[in-house]
């Protein structure tokens, strides 16, 4: 799906670097976010002997048991989807 965006403004400078100079920052939080999250998704692989995706599909499945530890790891993986989610679709963004 293609998305347009059009900003006006009477600012007297340009703002296309602004805008640009924006989403690099946002891009660089988020791989940090993401990141953060590979390296708190590797404590909960180690402890449990699954990959992540292992476990969403276990979870999901309900094969597992449902604890704190377990929900904790749910968020981490569904923020992780989410981060990537953003980061794409800033990556691919074109500004003309």
Same mark, same amino acid.
């Given at each position: !799906? $293609?998305?347009? $965006?059009? +900003?006006?403004?009477? @600012?007297? $400078? #340009?703002?296309?670097? %602004?805008?640009? #100079? /924006? $989403? &690099?920052?946002?891009?660089?939080?988020?791989?940090?976010? +993401?990141?953060? *999250?590979?390296?708190? %998704?590797?404590?909960?692989? *180690? +402890?449990?002997? !699954? *990959?992540?995706?292992?476990?969403? &599909? &276990?979870?999901?499945?309900?094969?597992?048991? =449902? #604890?704190?530890?377990?929900?904790?790891?749910? !968020?981490? /993986?569904? /923020?992780?989807?989410?981060?990537?989610? =953003?980061?794409? @679709?800033?990556?691919? /963004?074109?500004?003309?």
């Amino acid at each position: !799906m $293609i998305q347009e $965006i059009v +900003i006006k403004s009477n @600012a007297p $400078i #340009s703002l296309k670097p %602004l805008v640009e #100079s /924006a $989403i &690099r920052g946002k891009l660089k939080l988020l791989e940090l976010g +993401i990141k953060r *999250t590979h390296e708190q %998704l590797a404590v909960f692989e *180690t +402890i449990h002997a !699954m *990959t992540t995706a292992e476990f969403e &599909r &276990r979870f999901d499945g309900q094969d597992l048991q =449902e #604890s704190l530890e377990f929900l904790d790891w749910w !968020m981490e /993986a569904q /923020a992780l989807h989410e981060l990537e989610e =953003e980061y794409r @679709a800033l990556k691919e /963004a074109q500004l003309d």
